[in-house]
């Protein structure tokens, strides 16, 4: 492909993306009135949204063939059980997402160390 | 700003790592290294940026181009749905946080309040740079010294799964019902089974679709100051 080609397709991908992202607000300027089963949506959605993408980050993940697929999951697990053990709220857990993926690296190393950074985290709290 | 770093450091991580992969997946692809650097500030959108790159390594075929990234980044539209009354009224921010709503950021600034006293629009779109700026960062890294830099970034990736783990769980608490969650997960575990695992994302949103217009009966109570008006029954 020439310069010129290259540009013109990283250009259609650019214009492709931009056009899912700003459909929505295309569609339902905010002037008019939106319709009522839009709204709906607008609220209902997100939380299928969310499971849709923590399945998608998950898809690639193969239990027992590699060393990601168990550790991957126990940290997932870890992070949740951190997460639902917190009180109180702290808006968006950054930590926890950060300790997970400190997690992960531990947990490549040996499995043991579940228990001990379970211990600990619930500790810390 | 300061408000909004730290919530956008795991995306640091993850998108600096993956940024960098991105960059020497299109070196190896033969492409120059602007390549990922432009595709990084036009396309920002992790996924689609490697399908593209390996596109620019084909033939010259900028409709196809189109279709595939339309089809990867459809979940985009939903993100604009959950977002049409959030950005309501910003302004000239509105058109960059529109543009730069990929996965993670969507999810922040959806799932985040700002803490008082910070302004909500550049509040979100403070997220929105910062997370555009690792990304190109990686990407610019990876085109540059991508050979050089012979890293294994497996892993790294999880620091963003476990933000939307959060992030589902922080929503399930926070959600007035839960029946939409679990049309969510539903529908993304029986997607492939339809479709196969690659290509699982269109089919599970059409799932997710037809099962919260079905159970809009159930769930719309939960919003009901929200949603007054019913005109339509889904099909339940």
């Known amino acids: 492909m020439t310069t010129l080609q290259m540009l013109i397709t990283i250009g259609a991908a650019g214009a492709a993306t931009v056009l899912t992202r700003a459909a929505a607000f295309i569609a339902f300027p905010a002037g008019r009135e939106t319709p009522a089963f839009v709204r709906y949506l607008g609220n209902a959605l997100p939380g299928a949204v969310f499971g849709l993408l923590v399945v998608y980050c998950l898809k690639d993940v193969s239990i027992l063939s590699e060393s990601h697929g168990i550790p991957g999951g126990n940290s997932q697990g870890l992070v949740a059980l951190t997460r639902l053990q917190s009180e109180p709220r702290e808006g968006i857990s950054t930590v926890h997402s950060a300790h997970g993926a400190v997690t992960q690296k531990t947990l490549v190393v040996g499995n043991e160390n579940v228990r001990f950074a379970a211990s600990r985290r619930c500790s810390d709290e | ?236």
Request: aromatic share 12%; with cysteine.
């Open chain 2, 1 to 236: 700003m300061r408000a909004a770093f730290p919530l956008t450091i795991p995306i640091l991580a993850g998108f600096v790592f993956l940024g960098i992969t991105c960059g020497i997946y299109a070196g190896s692809l033969g492409l120059p290294w602007w390549v990922p650097v432009l595709m990084s500030i036009v396309i920002f959108a992790g996924s689609a940026e490697f399908v593209v790159a390996s596109q620019l390594a084909g033939a010259f075929d900028p409709l196809t181009t189109f279709a595939v990234v339309l089809i990867i980044n459809a979940r985009h539209l939903f993100y604009g749905l959950s977002m049409l009354e959030r950005f309501r009224g910003l302004g000239r921010k509105r058109p960059y946080l529109i543009f730069g709503m990929c996965d993670e950021t969507f999810s922040i600034n959806y799932a985040t309040e700002p803490p008082e006293g910070i302004d909500r629009g550049w509040f979100m779109t403070w997220v929105t740079a910062l997370n555009q700026l690792y990304w190109v960062a990686g990407c610019t890294l990876g085109g540059l010294f991508g050979t050089l830099v012979a890293t294994t970034v497996e892993g790294v990736s999880f620091a963003m799964t476990a933000l939307f783990v959060v992030i589902f769980l922080d929503q399930w608490e926070k959600d007035r019902q839960h029946l939409s969650a679990v049309i969510g997960i539903a529908a993304a575990a029986v997607a492939p089974c339809i479709m196969g695992a690659d290509n699982f994302m269109i089919p599970a949103m059409a799932l997710i679709l037809i099962g919260i217009a079905c159970t809009r009966r159930r769930i719309e109570p939960a919003y009901a100051e929200s949603a007054t008006e019913d005109d339509g029954e889904g099909c339940a």
